[in-house]
């Protein structure tokens, strides 16, 4: 069965520091690959999303980036952390390479708190 | 473009009794939907889907209706159980494919005893 991974669960940064945020897919090839973020009490907003090995579209311009240096493994990465990048960082997958009308299945994610 | 809306924040219910949790969505060219449960501190975690060629379909305690000529659905929860309080949120198959998916706000389901 797939499973999908993310870490840290928790992070506190400074702000002005990096970022780096995993995501791991196992049990599937060529996946879809998405980074979402959700702030408090609300719908999840989406970043990022992959569709092979560097293949990166951004849907909102921000402070913040992504990288797929392999199949399976999502990276998000910032280089100076604004307070505003606080959030809930939801990793998700969904199966084959542009296919339509399918589940994305969800990590457990990363709540980011900056101070 | 594509949005997708809940039509109330907090649904509270007895146990036992059956939820229903409403959605609206805006584009009609919308051809598949979702809906996933959120626990506290937890990932949303797929129910149910539904493709735009059909107007039910039935899981286990659950229900999705899909109703194209006023775009809406609803969730409905039979024998609701203390262990479905979360939120729930609707999503939308986005229409530029990629299979991306345009998320509601979503609505907290609270179970009282």
């Known amino acids: 069965s797939q499973t999908i991974h993310q870490w840290p669960a928790t992070l506190v940064q400074p702000v002005g520091s990096p970022l780096s945020l995993e995501c791991t897919v196992e049990?599937?090839?060529?996946?879809?690959l998405y980074w979402y973020r959700q702030a408090a009490g609300r719908g999840l907003q989406l970043l990022f999303y992959?569709?092979?090995?560097?293949?990166i579209s951004s849907e909102v311009p921000q402070n913040l980036s992504a990288s797929r240096p392999q199949d399976r493994q999502f990276i998000l990465s910032s280089k100076k952390l604004l307070l505003s990048d606080s959030g809930f960082y939801l990793c998700?997958?969904?199966?084959?390479?542009?296919?339509?009308?399918?589940?994305?299945?969800f990590g457990d994610g990363t709540r980011l708190s900056i101070l | 473009g594509e949005s997708v809306g809940l039509h109330l924040p907090t649904l509270s219910v007895q146990e036992g009794d059956n939820s229903i949790i409403n959605c609206a969505y805006s584009?009609?060219?919308?051809?598949?939907f979702i809906w996933y449960k959120q626990e506290s501190g937890k990932g949303p975690q797929f129910i149910i889907d539904?493709?735009?060629?059909?107007d039910k379909r039935q899981g286990q305690r659950v229900t999705v209706l899909l109703n194209k000529t006023v775009k809406h659905l609803s969730l409905q929860i039979a024998a609701t159980q203390p262990g479905d309080s979360a939120v729930y949120f609707c999503?939308?198959?986005?229409?530029?494919?990629?299979?991306?998916?345009?998320f509601g706000a979503g609505t907290r389901l609270a179970v009282h005893p």
């Open positions: 998700a997958w969904s199966p084959q390479k542009q296919a339509r009308n399918q589940p994305q299945h």
């Open positions: 049990g599937t090839s060529n996946p879809n």
């Open positions: 992959s569709v092979g090995i560097g293949q």
């Open positions: 584009n009609s060219a919308s051809d598949y």
């Open positions: 539904i493709r735009s060629n059909m």
């Open positions: 999503a939308a198959a986005d229409s530029g494919g990629y299979n991306k998916l345009i």
